[in-house]
C-alpha cells in the first residue's frame, strides 16, 4: 500500500525568501503525483500535476519535480508571499481494480507560513 | 463549469438526527469520491463510485450511507453519527479513465460537527 510522508510538518519563512517542501512516496509505481493547497477550513485546490515521464512542472512561482527512482518529489516556491502561507498536500494516485477511478493517498502536508 | 459543488457548507446536528451531504458536478467525470478529513490530519478515502456504481467503500461505519443517483450527483447520508465523525467532508471527481490524466477536482468541503 501507498505512503506518502511530507517534510517538514511546519515552515515558517520571511516574505520573500524560496523555500522547498519535500514529498516522499513508497510505491514508485506511480503515473503521477499531484501537489494541493489548502487554506484553512477550506476545500484543496490542485496547483501542480507531474506525470511519470516528467521530471519536473511548473505554473508561476512554483516548481515541483519528480524523482520515481528515489522516491521524492519536491515543492519549490520562489520569491515567497504572505498569500501563499496555507497547508500543501502532496497525493500519489493508485489505481482501483475498476480501472475506472483513481485513489489518492495523501501526505501529511506541510503548515507554512510566510511572514510579512 | 468545472467545478464540484458541495451544499450545505455547514452543519450542525445531534446524534439521533438524519441529514444528507449533497455533491454535484457538471464536467461528465464518472468516477466521485467523498473523504474525510480530521483537524490538521489529510484527508482520507471514504467511497468511490465509478460509473454510478460503489468501487470502494474503506471500511466505513454503515452510519454513513453514500449514494449516487446519477452520474453528477452524490449524496452522503448521515444517521446516528457519533462526535468524533465531526469533520470535513469533501467530495471529488475525476474524468475515469486508464489513459487519460485523471485530475481529481475536489468540492469546497462540508465541515459537520456532531454535538
Known amino acids: 500500500k501507498q505512503e506518502v510522508t511530507q517534510i517538514p510538518a511546519a515552515l515558517s519563512v520571511p516574505e520573500g525568501e524560496n523555500l522547498v517542501l519535500n514529498c516522499s512516496f513508497t510505491d514508485s509505481a506511480i503515473y503521477n503525483l499531484q501537489w494541493f493547497r489548502q487554506d484553512p477550513g477550506k476545500g484543496l485546490t490542485s496547483l501542480l500535476l507531474?506525470?511519470?515521464?516528467?521530471r519536473e512542472q511548473t505554473s508561476g512561482r512554483l516548481n515541483a519535480s519528480l524523482d520515481k527512482s528515489s522516491g521524492r518529489s519536491t515543492l519549490y516556491i520562489a520569491a515567497s508571499q504572505p498569500g501563499d502561507s496555507a497547508t500543501y498536500l502532496c497525493a500519489a494516485p493508485n489505481l482501483i481494480s475498476s480501472g475506472s477511478a483513481r485513489q489518492l493517498t495523501f501526505g501529511s502536508g506541510t503548515q507554512l507560513t510566510v511572514l510579512p | 463549469d468545472t467545478e464540484v459543488t458541495q451544499t450545505p457548507k455547514h452543519l450542525v446536528m445531534g446524534m439521533t438526527n438524519k441529514k444528507s451531504l449533497k455533491c454535484e458536478q457538471h464536467m461528465g467525470h464518472r468516477a466521485m469520491y467523498w473523504y474525510k478529513q480530521k483537524a490538521k490530519k489529510p484527508p482520507e478515502l471514504m467511497f468511490v463510485y465509478s460509473y454510478e456504481k460503489l468501487s470502494i467503500n474503506e471500511s466505513v461505519p454503515s452510519r454513513f450511507s453514500p449514494e449516487c443517483p446519477n452520474s453528477s450527483l452524490l449524496n452522503l447520508h448521515l444517521h446516528a453519527l457519533q462526535p468524533e465523525d465531526s469533520a470535513l467532508y469533501l467530495c471529488a471527481s475525476s474524468q475515469g479513465d486508464h489513459t487519460g490524466t485523471p485530475l481529481p477536482f475536489f468540492g469546497p468541503g462540508t465541515r459537520l460537527t456532531v454535538l
Open positions: 507531474i506525470q511519470s515521464s516528467q
